[in-house]
């Protein structure tokens, strides 16, 4: 999808976080929702997606991941473009699905 005229840019927070002491349980809460304040949305459990409309933006949202990283734990992002994450398939079961659409933006002129 086009936004402002680019391609927008998908970025993919994929993290494995201990839950097993109760400071773990809420450094892994606090992570999430700060995910989600970001404007994150859940792929699939300890995978989470935004769209991001530059690569200025992009590096924005990357940042404030870092930011935020729990003590322990592995997190990886992965940053792809609208045309890779179009490609990704997705099942369940036997049957497919088609990856999350771009989300529209409000653009005000």
């Known amino acids: 999808m086009l936004i402002n005229g680019y391609r927008c840019m998908w970025v993919i927070v994929m993290f494995d976080l201990p839950t097993d002491t109760k400071r773990a349980r809420r450094d892994y809460a606090q992570f999430r929702k700060k995910l989600m304040e970001d404007g994150f949305t859940m792929m699939q459990y ?64």
């Open 46 to 109: 300890s995978v989470y997606g935004r769209c991001c409309p530059s690569h200025e933006n992009t590096d924005v949202h990357v940042q404030r991941v870092q930011r935020n990283l729990p003590p322990d734990g592995e997190v990886r992002i992965l940053v792809v473009t609208d045309k890779q994450f179009e490609k990704m398939r997705v099942f369940f079961g036997k049957a497919r699905k088609a990856p999350e659409s771009t989300p529209c933006q409000l653009e005000f002129f």
